[in-house]
């Protein structure tokens, strides 16, 4: 069973901050997405990453895929209180294209 | 363009009672359906997926089943609800045979079982 680690938990912040969260496994990703949810909705996409060494934008959002597709992070530039949110990452292996393994999640609070 | 919507939104069960919650998708064909379920506001944990109608992959054992009638309906169920089966559900899609697959989800329901 493949795992994903995601790191920090839990995060609190102030307005303007820049942060990283990260996400790791020790299998190599065929793909990989991250996801923000906030309390009592399902989860949105915020980017899908296929490639190695992959680097997305997204407004203030980065993001990276580590060449080896082992491992993921998002950098979040001066963030506000509407980044708060459960920031999940997603990983789909090999064959296994259809499905997606999730990690627990990193819980971002933005103060103001 | 494609939208999923499932049902009831929130739920509340005595133990032992029935389940049924439902899932549409629409503006898709032979979509990939999935259910999930989430505790504590954390990870997710896959459920149940199909590929195509009638076909229904078990993912952990657990007092809860799967049905997909239709290309575009999947159903979770349960005969006898137990005080573990609470938490949040949700129901999620995917377009068949794309690589990076992604996976677009519900609002999701909340089961209380009391």
């Known amino acids: 069973t493949q795992l994903l680690e995601q790191s920090p938990q839990f995060l609190s912040i102030q307005e303007g901050e820049n942060l990283t969260v990260y996400c790791n496994s020790s299998?190599?990703?065929?793909?990989l997405q991250w996801y923000r949810q906030e309390p009592g909705e399902g989860p949105v996409l915020l980017v899908t990453?296929?490639?190695?060494?992959e680097v997305k934008k997204l407004k203030r959002l980065t993001f990276q895929f580590g060449d080896a597709r082992k491992d993921s992070s998002l950098h979040i530039t001066a963030a506000q209180p509407g980044d708060t949110g459960l920031y999940l990452c997603?990983?789909?292996?090999?064959?296994?294209?259809?499905?997606?393994?999730f990690g627990k999640g990193t819980l971002l609070t933005v103060n103001p | 363009s494609q939208t999923i919507h499932q049902w009831p939104a929130t739920l509340v069960q005595p133990v032992g009672s029935p389940l049924s919650l439902e899932c549409t998708v629409e503006?898709?064909?032979?979509?990939?359906l999935y259910w999930y379920r989430q505790a504590a506001g954390r990870g997710l944990q896959l459920l149940f997926y199909?590929?195509?109608?009638?076909?229904i992959s078990s993912e952990v054992p657990q007092n809860l089943s799967a049905s997909r009638p239709q290309d575009r309906q999947f159903i979770l169920s349960s005969k006898k609800l137990l005080l573990s089966d609470s938490g949040f559900y949700l129901c999620?899609?995917?377009?068949?045979?794309?690589?990076?697959?992604?996976?677009?989800f519900g609002e999701g329901s909340w089961l209380t079982v009391v």
């Open positions: 503006g898709t064909s032979n979509p990939n």
């Open positions: 299998s190599v990703f065929s793909s």
């Open positions: 199909s590929v195509g109608i009638g076909q």
């Open positions: 999620a899609w995917s377009e068949p045979r794309i690589s990076g697959n992604t996976i677009y």
């Open positions: 990453v296929v490639t190695g060494g």
């Open positions: 997603a990983g789909a292996w090999g064959g296994s294209n259809y499905k997606l393994t």
